[in-house]
């Protein structure tokens, strides 16, 4: 057995998996961060192990699996100035080691996200393809000849910021604008609608759009408003994606993601239709059929296949 754990911007999980990909134990709870305080969120994670995972089983697994929300710099066992939380270095590797005395792998969260698909998912017998996810923020995990490519420091395919956009020019997390994050993730959805309304000059007045959900519902209801966005949030998806098409074509594109599995429609119907492939071949772009199970179980691969390794 290893235990899995996946650090996202918002949501925070851990897992206790079997060699077989069989999750025998799950626990998730929110992403805590106090700013200026990196130790906060890894004390939380300790916590959710413990509270998860009884002691007699922590003893029997051959190691921690580390998926988190980049970037990263797996050599030091660190999550480096992310965008979507506000502390510029958390080290995680260190204090998890030291509190279970297991061996502890650690990458990126996309990385992961790969690796649970080629083995259990949508990547099965798949040489080539992208494991693309739109949740907090959005990355990919790209299999090319059956290999994961990692990068030269552990963060290839940070497409979130890819550029889609030069009209609105949304301010991204990572402090340029027009990326790709700053309009199709969760966390930036809503804002990217209020900038469209007002651009448009369109009345938002009596809509909710605190949050995606907010507005996805608002445009199944028929609000004018929402329904344009909807259109033009479908045509920037569909430019990230021509755009992963263009840099890496893949056989296959796999989404995952809380903005996907809310919306699959919405991807079938206003994003699909409008990607295109530079060469005229287009990938197949399926959704996870892990249902966001992937980076975990890719974590728990990262231990037993010992790659991606920070620690012994």
């Not at 077989?20 to 998730?28: K, P």
């Not at 080691?97 to 502890?104: D, G, I, T």
């Not at 393809?129 to 490519?149: C, E, P, W």
Request: charge should be neutral; hydrophobic fraction near 40%; proline fraction near 6%.
């Amino acid at each position: 057995m290893a235990i899995a754990v996946d650090i996202g911007a918002t949501n925070l999980r851990v897992g206790l998996i079997s060699d077989d990909g069989c999750i025998l134990r799950r626990a998730q709870s929110g992403t805590s961060v106090k700013p200026g305080d990196p130790g906060y969120l890894v004390e939380g994670v300790i916590s959710l192990i413990r509270d998860t995972i009884p002691d007699e089983q922590i003893r029997c697994c051959r190691g921690i699996g580390i998926s988190a929300a980049g970037p990263v710099d797996p050599f030091a066992g660190a999550i480096v100035n992310p965008p979507n939380i506000p502390i510029a270095r958390i080290p995680v590797v260190e204090s998890i080691r030291e509190s279970f005395c297991l061996p502890v792998r650690f990458w990126n969260d996309c990385f992961s996200g790969a690796m649970g698909e080629a083995r259990f998912g949508a990547g099965k017998g798949c040489d080539c393809f992208v494991y693309l996810t739109l949740s907090t923020g959005i990355g990919a995990g790209v299999f090319d000849d059956r290999r994961l490519l990692m990068g030269s420091f552990g963060n290839f395919a940070e497409v979130g910021h890819f550029t889609v956009d030069t009209r609105y020019d949304l301010p991204c997390g990572c402090g340029g604008t027009g990326h790709w994050e700053a309009y199709g993730s969760g966390r930036f959805i809503p804002s990217f609608f209020r900038s469209f309304c007002k651009a448009e000059g369109l009345s938002s007045s009596g809509i909710r759009h605190e949050t995606a959900k907010d507005i996805f519902s608002a445009a199944e209801q028929g609000d004018p408003a929402a329904m344009k966005f909807i259109e033009i949030l479908g045509r920037i998806q569909a430019t990230g994606l021509s755009s992963v098409i263009s840099a890496y074509d893949p056989e296959r594109i796999i989404l995952d993601g809380s903005v996907v599995h809310g919306n699959w429609r919405f991807f079938e119907t206003r994003t699909i239709p409008h990607v295109r492939a530079i060469g005229g071949r287009m990938p197949g772009i399926v959704r996870s059929p892990l249902r966001g199970d992937a980076p975990l179980l890719g974590a728990a691969l990262a231990v037993f296949e010992s790659m991606g390794s920070a620690g012994p």
